[in-house]
């Protein structure tokens, strides 16, 4: 079982950064490929990034490609996701999640996901 709890959203104006950090406490964090999610009202769990085992190997939606940066630290249980240039599309609520497997875009095939932050971008 893995707990994971974001942290990090609010309000921002468009044109600025937040950083959201998501916390898994007293787990194997290292052994698991870790992603970030968005959902807008109405609409399904969207693939944000996700990073592998170690960090090595990182995937980006196409929309947020050279905006957002993932990023983990095991010896933390931390992950992050930077997020600059933000847009009122931006706009949802983000969710970590956790899985043995590869960094995969498919929201459906992750295990564990926190209770989500929102991240709210005015235009």
């Known amino acids: 079982q893995v707990q994971l709890v974001e942290s990090g959203g609010g309000l921002v104006q468009a044109g600025g950064s937040l950083r959201l950090s998501c916390a898994a406490p007293?787990?194997?964090?290292?052994?698991?490929?870790m992603g970030w999610f968005r959902r807008a009202p109405g609409q399904e769990h969207d693939f944000v990034a996700a990073v592998s085992r170690g960090g090595s190997g990182r995937t980006y939606a196409d929309s947020v490609e050279g905006r957002f940066t993932i990023s983990r630290d095991d010896a933390k249980n931390m992950v992050y996701l930077q997020m600059n240039s933000l847009k009122a599309e931006d706009t949802a609520v983000y969710y970590c999640?956790?899985?043995?497997?590869?960094?995969?875009?498919?929201?459906?095939?992750?295990?564990?996901w926190g209770q989500g932050t929102q991240v709210t971008v005015s235009s």
């Open positions: 999640a956790a899985d043995l497997g590869p960094p995969v875009t498919d929201a459906r095939i992750y295990t564990y």
């Open positions: 007293g787990s194997t964090f290292s052994k698991y490929s």
